[in-house]
């Protein structure tokens, strides 16, 4: 479905440049001033490349819908589905199915690749901020240890610290799981294509 909408995009994105040349062409700058004064004359020269970009518009949200997770897990169950009920199917259908599978692995990879680094640098920020808040508790605890700090001062910047602490770990731990069962993920989905029926 995914690889038939980018066909269509693709034409749509033509079909859209034809339109609007064919309009630059038919436009000079008189007919331009006329039209433009015309509500209902300009909604029918314009309606051609209004209904093109409406229709790329569409599939670009229907493009973004699904993330590379979803996307996967569709594959993974597609992977399955076919080696279950390989002897149903023709040849040339199973020739399609991982010629279409492989196109998006492949894609899915490229993208997943650049998103991947993006997190990794993250993670890395983020456990450098987790190792200053660490810091920082040790400050205010040897502050309070020479009796910099009263006991109530003390205790609202260790709250506050510790409070911003667990959210900093949370979100490292939570991205460091969303990335292994992503790599995970993918390296199934890479496998089972490769063991082509």
Not at 18 to 36: A, F, G, Y
Request: proline share 1%; net charge positive.
């Amino acid at each position: 479905m995914r690889e038939n909408l980018e066909f269509i995009r693709t034409e749509a994105k033509i079909e859209w440049a034809k339109e609007k040349m064919n309009l630059d062409k038919l436009l000079t700058s008189k007919n331009r001033k006329l039209v433009e004064m015309d509500f209902y004359l300009k909604k029918k020269i314009y309606a051609p490349i209004n209904e093109l970009e409406e229709i790329i518009s569409k599939i670009d949200v229907a493009l973004a819908h699904l993330t590379i997770e979803e996307e996967l897990s569709i594959i993974e169950q597609y992977l399955f589905l076919v080696k279950k009920a390989h002897t149903y199917l023709s040849a040339n259908d199973i020739e399609r199915f991982w010629k279409i599978c492989w196109w998006r692995l492949n894609s899915i990879s490229k993208i997943w690749s650049s998103t991947r680094d993006d997190i990794v640098k993250q993670i890395a920020d983020l456990k450098k901020e987790i190792l200053q808040v660490k810091q920082k508790i040790k400050e205010v605890e040897i502050r309070f240890a020479v009796g910099e700090f009263d006991r109530n001062t003390f205790e609202n910047a260790i709250s506050r610290l510790q409070s911003s602490l667990k959210t900093l770990e949370e979100k490292s731990s939570m991205m460091q799981n969303y990335l292994h069962r992503m790599d995970e993920k993918l390296f199934k989905c890479l496998e089972a294509a490769k063991e082509k029926i």
